[in-house]
């Protein structure tokens, strides 16, 4: 405050300091920008470690579900850290067993082609001996059953190494799956006569799949043959079709017996080939060579369908494929 003489007067001079109030909106924006600048960078850095590795995993998944083409993205992650480099170790070990895979399988497809034509020169060599025996010799029925159990036996094994050769089914065509599971039923209703069973199809007609009808075939007559092996005497087995009204795979198709069913714990794995339960094998004293159901679940899923069995309330066993539906051909009439 300075006095004034002339005239009289006070002159009053006021310096305002800027309050904390007032600088508040900047400070806010200043901190907000920084925690701005910190976060990209943050999110950047989670994305550029965890988006790696998650394709990494989805990788990894897809091998473990049997997927051998499953590699790691390694021409798009360009960076020489550790998960590069885990990329790298996972694709090798991926090649490395793609290509053991691949070359059991051409073993087995070879070794099977090869037994085939010493097997059929062995049975043609049987059949001409047995019309030359003399009277009254010892007959070669044993020989010539378990000649027969051998050629059926290099079939499958052809059949199911070609089937672990393909990637896809080797056509895609329109497949009337009602037609086919109703002439697989008058078959097998036919086998079942001579031992007492009998056939009891359920089928909604006019579904149709896509995909390759022989393949869809030997899968089904898999399933119901060992439905009318495995089934006691006097049972029927029943084999169901029909349509779910949404779903990836609305295409039911269920068979099921009234034989001994199968273990729970085995229930998984015989799809796997040579799989055979010891229940069954007791029951039946005979049978084959355990490949029938993984024929079956290799077409299956050549078809991206699923198969699966469940040993249903009231005994028996119960095998269920599910399919991806097809619409029918313009001019079919329901
Ligand atoms: N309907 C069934 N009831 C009871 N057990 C079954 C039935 N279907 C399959 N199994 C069991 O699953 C095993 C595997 O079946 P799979 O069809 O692969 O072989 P298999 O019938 O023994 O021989 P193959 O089909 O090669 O002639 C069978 O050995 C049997 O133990
Ligand atoms: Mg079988």
Redesign the pocket.
Known sequence: MVPLENPPGVLVLQAEWPSWQSALPALILRVGAVLLVVGVMAWQLAHHISRPLLQLREAVRRFASGDMRARAPRQAYRHKDEIGALMEDFNAMADRMQGLLLSQRRLLGDVSHELRSPLTRASLALALAQKQLPEGAAPLDRVERELHRLE?LVS?LLSLSSLNMMNRPARNDLVDLSTLVRQVAEDGAFEAESGGKQVEPHLTPGIWVRGDESLLRSALE?VV???L???PGGTSVGIDLRREPSGARPVRLAVR?W????PDGDLGS?FRPF???E???ERTGE????????IAARAVKLHRGIIRAENPSGGG?R?EMALPAADPPEDFEA
Do not use: T
């Open positions: 059926e499958s898999n043959r060992n439905a092996r495995y089934a017996d034989g001994p069913g199968v015989i799989v055979r339960s229940r069954a094998r049978g084959g060579a355990g490949l029938g159901l993984a066993l095998v």
